[in-house]
C-alpha cells in the first residue's frame, strides 16, 4: 500500500475576493518526464496541484455565497491550470458540503469540469486525488468503499490517481486503512493515502 502524506496545495480563490481568471493556452505542456513520482506509488503527477476546496463551497470560502459568476471563475481556473500543464487537482467529499446553504459539490464541479475539457481535449489526462471524511458514525472498512464509490459517482469516473483519509477518526482508523488496502485491490483507485496525520499517527498507519 503507498502511503503519501498531503494538504491542499493552494486554493484559487480568496474568501474575500474573486479575482478573474482568462484561460491562454500555454506552449509548454507537461510531458511525463516533468512529473514526479508521488510518495511510494507508481503514479507521476505534475509538480504542482491546485486544491479545489473552496469550488462550491459556501461555509467558509466565497463569502458564504456561491453564483455563476464564481461558477465561470472556478472553470476559468480549471481551463488555465490544464492549459500550463498541471494537471493535478485534489478535492474531498466535504469540500462544497451540501449541508452548507447553495453550496455546489466540488467533487461534482471537478467532475463536471473534467468531462466539459475531455470533450473538447479528448487526449488530456487530468490525476484526480479526493478523500474520505472519517466521520464518527463511519465504521468498518466498507465504509471507505461506499464513499469512495459516492465520490467516484460525484466526478463521473470509474476510478481515481489518489483517495486519502482526510482526517484520522476518533475510532476506526485500523478499517479505514484496511478499506484503502480494498480500493486499490477493486481498481478503483490507484495510490492511497493520508491528509492531516501528525507523524504519531503516520506510524500508527504504516506499522
Request: aromatic share 10%; hydrophobic share 40%.
Amino acid at each position: 500500500m503507498a502511503m503519501h502524506v498531503s494538504s491542499a496545495c493552494f486554493s484559487v480563490f480568496s474568501h474575500r475576493r474573486v479575482h478573474k481568471i482568462r484561460a491562454v493556452a500555454s506552449e509548454n505542456v507537461t510531458t511525463e518526464d516533468d512529473k514526479v513520482k508521488l510518495g511510494g506509488s507508481d503514479l507521476k503527477v505534475t509538480r504542482l496541484g491546485i486544491g479545489a476546496w473552496s469550488w462550491g463551497d459556501t461555509s467558509y470560502w466565497n463569502n458564504f455565497e456561491w453564483d455563476d459568476r464564481k461558477m465561470k471563475a472556478a472553470k476559468s481556473a480549471f481551463d488555465v491550470s490544464v492549459d500550463a500543464g498541471i494537471t493535478f487537482f485534489d478535492t474531498a467529499e466535504v469540500y462544497g458540503s451540501r449541508a452548507s446553504f447553495g453550496a455546489i459539490n466540488s467533487e461534482t464541479l471537478l467532475g463536471r469540469f473534467v468531462k466539459e475539457r475531455k470533450e473538447k481535449d479528448p487526449g488530456v489526462e487530468v490525476a484526480i486525488a479526493t478523500k474520505f471524511a472519517a466521520l464518527p458514525w463511519r465504521l468498518g472498512r466498507q465504509s471507505v468503499i461506499t464513499a469512495l464509490k459516492d465520490s467516484l459517482g460525484r466526478l463521473g469516473v470509474s476510478s481515481v490517481e489518489l483517495y486519502q483519509l482526510h482526517w484520522p477518526g476518533i475510532w476506526g482508523n485500523e478499517g479505514y486503512l484496511d478499506g484503502l488496502g480494498d480500493a486499490v485491490e477493486q481498481g478503483l483507485v490507484k495510490a492511497v493515502g493520508v491528509s492531516n496525520y501528525s507523524d504519531l499517527y503516520c506510524r500508527k498507519a504504516i506499522a
